[in-house]
Every structure is written in C-alpha cells, then in structure tokens.
C-alpha cells in the first residue's frame, strides 16, 4: 500500500507493506545508516529516531504508525543548529568511543532538551536510560548534556 | 610544548556523531547475498546424516565440503573447526551456511534442513583438563610443611562483551582475490585465518576493517571464525555476501569470559603470610582457542600488587560441552584479582590484622621478584597512589563508620597491577610487530594493523606521531587498516596497541625527524625485544611481561536493607599507566572500563543450563544503563616506561580489573559477611545473609 510521512523536513511517498520495521525502511529503502540496530528489540536505543518529535526505537515501530507523521533521524538531525550545540558539547566532554550508540544518544539528548531545557543529572540519566552505551560508563555523556543545556541556552 | 596528555578533539569524533561512520552493516554492495548459520541443535553427538532441500536459483549451502583448505580456525591453539564435519561439541555450533538474495527464504531453507544426530551424553563438569600449568617461586609447596594453612575459594562468572554493535563482515571476489571487511580487532588474524582455510596464496586475501562498534576482546578471536565461513561461501557463490548476526545468535555463540573456581591457600608463619598456594580452573568451552593463553595471564597475576616469597601456582583449562570462551578485556586477570583480592582480605582479618594495613606492609616494591621471578625494575608508585585515593575518598572515616553501623553502606579498596602486553614471549615470538610510517611531501601516512574500536587509537597516534615531528596534526594520515597496505603490527588486543605498536612508531617518527628534509621517506620498525627481558615458556620463569601498570580503585555502594539491591554511590580511581597520551582519552577509558568492572562483581549476570547460554539478548542479559552509574572521580600519576612512546604503558585492561574485588569489599562492608562469589546478586546477598541469622 501507499504510505505518506514526512522523513527529515521532506515529504515522501512509499509503496510498501506497513508491518515492516522502521529501521529497516529507514536503513533499507532511504540508506539512512546512522540509525543502528544494536538488539532488534527495543533495549538498546541505537535505532532511536524522534516520531513527532518524540524519541521511539525504530525497530519496534511499525512503519503503519508513522503515516501521515514527522520522522527525523540523526541525518534529519543533523543539520540543525541544535545539532551543533550537541556535537560539540559530545566532542568537548569526550562522550564519545565506538560511536555505535551516538546517534541514538543525540537524538535521546534533543528529545530531552526539547522537552526540558535545564535537566538535572538525575532527569539526564533517566531520559538516557533507554540508551545503552558499553564503553564510557555514561558519565561523560551525562556530563556533555549538561553542557549543550548550558551553552545552548535560548535554543530549545 | 604543549604536554602530550592535554586533550584534543578526538579525529573521528564529526563522523561518529553524525552518523556518518560507516559500520560493517552500513556496507552495500550490489548484488549482494545474505548468509546466515544453520546450526547444530544438540550439545554433544555425531551428524549421521544431512538432508538439504532443493534450492531455488541463486541460493547456496555452504557447508565443510566446500572448504579448499584446512577445515579448521587458524587461532593459537587450532582446535575449532570452520564447519562441522561430524562432530559435534556445542550447543548451536555452526553447520553450514545459506545464502541468497532474500533473507526470509535464506531462512526458511535452514528451517527446511534436516540434520539426524546420534546424541551423546554432553559433559559440563571441569573434569576434562586440556591444559595443565604449573610454576613455583622460593619454596613451592615446601612453604606448606607444618605451617597453619588457611584456605578460601573464590568463583567467577561467563561475562559477555555486550559491544553493541554485533559482529559482522561482508566479503567479495575481485578476480581470484578475496576480500573481506569486518568489525574485528586484529586483521592478520582473520587473513592468516582466511589463508588456511582457502589454501590461497598470500596475496590473494585481503582484510578490511571497518568501523568498530566495541570489541573489548569479543572481535579479537571470533572474527577469524566468520571469515572461514563467509570466505567459503563467497568462493562458491562467486557473489558479495554479507554476514552479519543479530544480537541473540550473538549473544549465544560468541566467546565470553571464562567461568572460574580458584582456590587459595596460604601458609601461615609468625602470623603474616609465608607462602601461598594457589590453583585456577577455568572453562574453556569446547575448544581450547586462547584459553590457555587466558590461564596463564590469570596465574601469573596471582600474587595481585604484593610479593610473597614463596608460590606454588597451577592451573587447568577444562573443556566442557559448551559455547567456547574467549578473549575479553583483562584476558584472565579479572578472575584472579578479584580472588586474591578477596583472599588477601580475608586472611588478614582471620589473623586480627587491620586488611588495608597488612595489605600495604605486602606491596610490591621496586627490585621486587614477580610471581615468576621476574624483577619489578621500574619505580613502582603505589604507597602514594593508595594514600592520594585514601584522601579523595575519606575511604578511613567511612570505612570505620560503615563497620561500626547497620547502616547497609560500605566502601571497598582494590589494589592490582595489569601486565602490559602480550603474555611471556609473546612479543618476541609470536607476533614480531612491525609498523611503517611513509612521508610523502608534507604528508606522513601510519601503516599499522591497530584498530580504533573506540579506545581512540587514531587521535592517540596521529597526535603521536605529529607532536614529535611537529606537524599539524592534519597532516598525519591514519587509515582503517587494510592488510594490502599495513604491516603486520599484532593484533588490537593485551593492553599492547599503545605500549608496543606505540613505542615503534615513536621510534619511526623520530628517525624520520632526522631526515626530515627527504620528500620521499619510508621508515619501517620491527619489535625488539630490550635485552633485559627473559623469559621461559615452558618453565614460567623470568619477566612474564615488560612492564606493569598499577591501580586503585574505591567503591562505595549502598544496598536495600529489604531488597538487597545495590546501589553503586560513587568511585575514585588512581592509576599509573606511564603517561597519558591524551588524558580526555584515557579518562573515558578509566570510566568505561570500571564500569564494566564493576558490574562483573555486582549485575551481570549469566549462566548456562545443559549448554544452552541463558541470557540471549539484551533484555535478559543486564548490562548498566546510566541509571545504574555514578560518578567516578579519576587521578592519574605520571610515571614514564623507558620504551613506551612518551613513557606510555598499558591503560585499557587496568582500568576494569580492579572492579569487581572493589564493589565486592564494598558490599561486605555494607553487610557485614564475606563475599566469595561474583557477581554479588540480591539473591546471593540474601543467601549470606540469612545463613549467618541461621
């Protein structure tokens, strides 16, 4: 069947089956490859994408619940100032290793921010505990959102 | 000059934030297949017979017939082989593989294949020792004549890697070339590996290495085991094909850390420690791969970061009827730190001695023998190190406080030392690294086979090599190895990549400084081994390895008084690991690597139950989320190794061994029992509890 979404700030139109997983849509048929699966079951946060601006794992959203709905992924993501804030704070704080768990760790990041502008670290370390990262032990995560919170001021 | 430690952006830090980085299941290439596993559904037997189905155009079964070469992983001790021929020893031990365009058919035909085995009775006791150690230092056994003996046993879990990308490659042909790109740690072991199997000749297999996930040892070995297999397959479907596992079929073959039961027993004189004797079993799974390399790490760490005089050290790889264990940060150490850790402690407090002080009267000092005779020849820094942490933490006032208290809080102290590089004669040889720098005009290419897997290796080198050319960083080249172009510089594994690999690219950029003014320049280096370094294999006698790096570790931790569940409040550190080359780096290190050190002693739990492992995904399996972290407090000392770049020494491993003993003391110290066992699970707390009520 054909399904309509918007996919980073564009309008598209798919003819496809709507039981298939947005992660694979999004990896697959648009070659969005900065959306990872990690588990394939909803545990790890790598294919996290933001569904109306919410955060969702990709490979538990069927690609029926995104008709007519806004997907931006960390390619989507990427080209907003918001974005940069977030980088460089990530960059400057060292909250950065194999990069697997990064993107899904940005757009958790945006979701909270826009959501909470000034989070404390315990609201930080909740709204990252749908991400899993296995190499830094989350505090210079943590400690990069504080940051993009602080310099970017005013953006969300 | 700026300090080689002052943090710099990381290189790879725009294309890994942005998504761009492209990961092993991010490559597409036209055309390409799908491969997946059919594997064996028993645990022990034979295969009497195979039926395949009748297969649709363009899809393929590979299985050992297919082989060209050796049906068997090139690894250290070569015992695992590519598919199964008729034997079975594994639980879900690979088969053979389908491939084809469509993954939903790929798997229907391995539904459709039929496999009748006769079934044998599966073996999980530690009864079957494949590899036997032994060594003694001073007395041996002889320090046990007459004495009072005090005797413990300690255990320790499979811990699994849980990098969060899952292993992957894809492969193709190129003429009568292969070539293969993968998530892996060490891309002369998978095309050595792949050469064996395929019988071909040198250059024509050619590795890639593309962005790693996170290894932690789970890509050090296992690799090689996939490439046989997706090598075969593309030999026969003379198509690209892509391998690549889901997190369950991940989490249930691949290797893990090994099980372990070690038993401790010191003999006592003059009420101090005079000797002790010690033996380590570990599960090697069913084939033996590096286990025996593994035991031997873990037996020559066992006097932890003290010296006794008298050792009488043996230790046993059994092969049981179970997924084969492997690498994982700490090779070994991690199981006997925490045991002697524990032991130390114990033992003390059974003779009335204050732990910590008697544990500081004991440490290794400069000029000291090692376990194997070997000399401490470098300034070892620990008095200090330990009294800096001491002060970071106020860990005296807590600890006498939570002693004195049923507040359920403690603290734990870790003292441990990791061993830099491979184990024994390992550099010298087995691996005989070899590393290149070319300089083409103002360019200076690293050829090396490291892999940055996370741990920085590409900001670390280049800043290396350009800080002592005194070159713009950008102008320092570091590629994804590609085994066309690097030398066999060793595997991204043993604490190694910045110590040894490091150390001759040092070398190599300082004699290119000398000529500097040549537009053209290929400098090459090889390991040497300095002279003073000796040692014996097969007696376990002189340095084990060239240099030690030490740490501390405190833990303070907080456990429910009626669920027992842990809470970790809050960790401070101090290591000695040479010099940092880039501080940020090493930081980021220290806390991802005590973090997984920390949840091996408390959260991370995983069994098997008649070879099937239990926990299969991530859901089941619980590593900590940042909910379960705290905040870790750092202090690194600078104490320079003669041959390491800049003085640098090992720092990955160190930072997650000293871990669990840590977390472990903290929870004895919140509840008043002694710990035996890792991981420390409410289930095992109430347990200890409860039998002292008793």
């Not at chain 2, 598919?83 to 690979?94: G, K, Q, V």
Request: aromatic fraction near 10%.
């Amino acid at each position: 069947m054909k399904i309509n979404f918007k996919l980073n700030n564009e309008l598209v139109e798919l003819d496809t089956t709507p039981n298939r997983r947005l992660l694979d849509v999004l990896r697959d048929d648009f070659g969005l490859t900065g959306v990872k699966e990690g588990c394939g079951e909803g545990e790890c946060g790598a294919c996290a994408v933001l569904l109306n601006h919410q955060i969702v794992n990709s490979c538990c959203t069927p690609l029926a619940n995104c008709i007519d709905k806004e997907i931006i992924t960390i390619e989507g993501f990427s080209k907003t100032k918001r974005y940069q804030v977030i980088k460089d704070a990530y960059a400057k704080l060292g909250g950065v290793q194999c990069g697997f768990c990064t993107p899904g760790m940005i757009i958790a990041t945006e979701s909270l921010l826009n959501k909470n502008p000034k989070p404390t670290i315990n609201e930080i370390k909740i709204a990252l505990s749908g991400n899993l990262c296995r190499c830094t032990g989350y505090n210079l995560i943590v400690e990069a959102i504080v940051e993009a919170a602080r310099v970017g001021e005013g953006l969300w | 000059m700026k300090d080689i430690s002052t943090p710099i952006n990381k290189v790879d830090n725009e294309e890994k934030i942005s998504g761009k980085a492209i990961y092993v299941a991010d490559v597409k290439i036209p055309g390409m297949l799908y491969a997946f596993t059919k594997r064996s559904t028993i645990a022990k037997g034979k295969i009497v017979k195979r039926r395949y189905p009748n297969l649709p155009e363009g899809y393929f079964i590979v299985d050992y017939k297919d082989i060209p070469g050796k049906n068997i992983v090139k690894v250290i001790f070569d015992d695992m082989p590519v598919f199964a021929e008729s034997l079975i020893t594994y639980l879900y031990e690979p088969i053979a593989l389908v491939v084809g365009p469509q993954k939903e058919i790929v798997l229907k035909i391995i539904d459709e294949i039929e496999i009748e085995y006769l079934e044998e009775v599966p073996n999980f006791d530690w009864n079957d020792s494949v590899v036997h150690y032994h060594f003694d230092k001073g007395l041996g056994a002889l320090a046990f004549k007459e004495n009072q003996i005090i005797e413990y046993n300690y255990e320790t879990p499979y811990q699994e890697q849980a990098y969060i990308e899952p292993q992957g490659f894809i492969g193709y042909l190129n003429g009568d070339k292969i070539t293969l790109k993968g998530s892996i740690q060490c891309p002369y072991y998978v095309k050595n590996a792949v050469l064996q199997t395929l019988g071909f000749a040198e250059d024509k297999v050619r590795v890639i290495q593309t962005t790693v996930g996170g290894a932690f040892g789970g890509k050090e070995e296992f690799p090689s085991l996939m490439a046989c297999q997706l090598a075969v397959a593309i030999l026969k479907a003379k198509k690209p094909i892509q391998l690549v596992y889901e997190r369950e079929e991940d989490m249930l073959v691949t290797t893990k850390r090994h099980p372990s039961k070690i038993r401790f027993q010191a003999s006592i004189k003059d009420g101090r420690i005079f000797g002790l004797k010690v033996h380590v079993g570990i599960d090697g799974g069913a084939n033996i791969g590096l286990s025996g390399v593994v035991l031997s790490r873990a037996m020559l760490a066992c006097s932890g970061a003290y010296t006794f005089e008298h050792l009488d050290v043996s230790g046993d790889v059994y092969r049981t009827n179970t997924v084969p264990n492997g690498a994982f940060r700490g090779f070994g150490a991690p199981q006997m730190l925490f045991a002697v850790e524990m032991f130390i402690e114990h033992v003390a407090k059974d003779l009335g001695k204050d732990p910590l002080e008697y544990r500081i009267s004991i440490l290794a000092k400069q000029g000291d023998l090692t376990a194997t005779n070997g000399l401490y020849r470098d300034p070892i820094l620990m008095p200090s190190m330990i009294e800096k942490a001491i002060k970071i933490s106020d860990y005296r006032n807590k600890l006498e406080m939570y002693s004195n208290s049923n507040l359920y809080k403690g603290i734990g102290m870790s003292l441990f030392f990791h061993g830099c590089g491979f184990t024994g004669s390992g550099e010298a040889k087995h691996i005989k690294a070899k590393v290149k720098l070319v300089k083409k005009s103002s360019k200076v290419e690293i050829l090396i086979a490291a892999v940055d897997m996370g741990q920085g290796v590409k900001t670390t080198f280049r800043k290396l090599v350009a800080s002592i050319l005194d070159i713009d960083i950008e102008d320092v080249i570091f590629n994804n190895p590609d085994t066309d172009f690097v030398p066999d510089s060793g595997p991204t594994v043993a604490s190694r990549t910045m110590m040894i690999v490091g150390g001759l690219v040092s070398r190599a950029a300082l004699d290119m400084k000398q000529q500097w003014d040549n537009d053209f320049l290929v400098i090459e280096k090889q390991y040497e081994q300095p002279e003073y370094i000796k040692y014996d294999e097969e007696t376990f006698t002189g340095d084990a390895y060239p240099a030690y790096s030490w740490g501390v570790n405190i833990v303070e931790v907080e456990v429910d008084r009626y669920t027992y569940q842990v809470k970790i409040v809050k960790t401070w550190s101090v290591y000695d690991c040479g010099k940092a080359i880039d501080e940020r780096v090493v930081l980021g290190q220290a806390d991802g690597g005590l973090a997984q050190g920390i949840a091996y002693g408390y959260l991370e739990v995983m069994e098997h139950k008649l070879g099937k492992i239990l926990q299969k995904n991530m859901t089941d399996y619980i590593i900590p989320t940042a909910m379960d972290m705290c905040p870790m407090e750092t202090v690194l000392f600078d104490n320079p190794y003669a041959y390491g770049p800049y003085g640098a020494k090992g720092v990955g491993e160190l930072t997650l061994v000293g871990g669990a003993p840590a977390v472990a003391k903290a929870i004895e110290n919140a509840i008043h029992r002694r710990v035996f066992k890792i991981p420390v699970t409410p289930e095992y707390i109430m347990k200890l509890v409860k039998q002292n009520e008793d």
